[in-house]
């Protein structure tokens, strides 16, 4: 086990209704990703928090977006959904400016959103 | 930007037999850092090994190794005496920082079945 927890496991939503999935980082982690995995595909980057902050993001559009708390819990929010957004939605905790030995990133066993 | 390949969707191998799973990269960054992650039904992301493009030495862990040819942009993962629960989706992972920020990309995977 590696301390991230996401919720929920499952989700099913209908086209163009929106969905909030939520994420708790590893005890002292400060930088929460989010990642979508498609089915039979390798996870892709959605975006990065750090200190709250957006750090980071890669090719999604706006109706993706995030949020992240002072206890360093995180949201990933979607709006509009459409039927490719079905994947597995992964968060990642890691710790900013680790010792080089110790870069890593823990993941969550992600929650599975089916669109329909 | 990065890119990850895995030239094999599908391996397979005999229980205590020795594997090779390919991956190759390509970048013009000169600092990063390399994983192997395995997933298993369950979904969640477990870290196999972790290479520091600093390093010319490559990691070994217990049953796994990898092959670290920087100037070939090669990284492929060696499981020695397989075991039944080695059998998962394995993913090459290629980690960029900047600043506070990291990120993975990662590619396609190798579902690995040992067979017994």
């Known amino acids: 086990e590696t301390g991230v927890t996401q919720s929920p496991t499952h989700l099913i939503k209908t086209r163009g209704q929106q969905v909030t999935l939520r994420c708790s980082s590893q005890s002292g982690h400060n930088t929460v990703s989010w990642y979508q995995q498609a089915l039979g595909q390798g996870p892709q980057f959605i975006f990065q928090?750090?200190?709250?902050?957006?750090?980071g993001r890669g090719n999604f559009p706006p109706r993706f977006s995030g949020l992240q708390f002072p206890n360093y819990s995180s949201e990933l929010n979607v709006n509009a959904l459409e039927l490719d957004d079905s994947a597995l939605y992964l968060c990642?905790?890691?710790?900013?400016?680790?010792?080089?030995?110790?870069?890593?990133?823990?993941f969550g066993q992600g929650t599975r959103l089916t669109v329909v | 930007a990065q890119t990850v390949t895995q030239s094999q969707p599908e391996m397979s191998v005999q229980e205590a037999e020795t594997v090779t799973l390919s991956c190759t990269y390509d970048?013009?960054?000169?600092?990063?850092?390399l994983f192997w992650y395995k997933q298993p039904p369950s979904r969640q992301m477990i870290l196999v090994i972790r290479?520091?493009?600093?390093k010319q030495q490559n990691a070994t862990e217990n049953r796994f190794s990898v092959n670290f040819q920087k100037a070939a942009k090669s990284f492929s993962l060696k499981i020695s005496d397989s075991q039944l629960g080695d059998t998962a989706m394995y993913f090459c992972?290629?980690?960029?920082?900047w600043g506070a920020g990291n990120m993975l990309t990662f590619g396609g995977g190798t579902r690995l079945m040992v067979k017994p």
């Open positions: 992972a290629f980690m960029k920082h």
């Open positions: 970048t013009s960054e000169s600092n990063y850092y």
């Open positions: 928090y750090y200190r709250e902050e957006e750090n």
């Open positions: 290479q520091e493009a600093y």
């Open positions: 990642a905790s890691s710790l900013e400016m680790a010792p080089r030995e110790n870069t890593e990133a823990f």
